[in-house]
């Protein structure tokens, strides 16, 4: 007997049944306010990595290219890197709402 990951509500966080990918049946009416408030997660998380991104490009010296920084001594190094897995993430939350339908 192994323990088996189940996708969570995003809403209620209850275990979601087979099919269902981001919200349960009881908060389907709040899906829209829950989808507003993951893309503002989302949001907040590319605001924090795009001010380390250039704060790491104004350190390296060159606005226009990609940064090369492997300092394991610089603190922002770090920063960046646990923000650019929590951007990730919040995009793969973002990305069980599925394509939107206009």
């Not at 919200?23 to 893309?39: D, Q, T, W, Y």
């Not at 907040?44 to 704060?55: P, S």
Request: charged share 25%; with cysteine.
């Amino acid at each position: 007997k192994f323990a088996k990951v189940t996708l969570q509500c995003l809403g209620c966080k209850t275990p979601l049944p087979a099919g269902s990918k981001s919200v349960c049946k009881s908060c389907a009416p709040r899906e829209a306010e829950i989808f507003g408030n993951k893309l503002a997660d989302v949001n907040h998380v590319e605001q924090q990595f795009n001010r380390l991104w250039t704060q790491c490009q104004r350190c390296q010296g060159d606005m226009h290219k990609d940064v090369l920084c492997t300092s394991r001594d610089c603190p922002i190094y770090y920063r960046r890197k646990k923000i650019q897995k929590d951007l990730n993430d919040a995009h793969s939350v973002l990305a069980r709402f599925g394509a939107p339908s206009w």
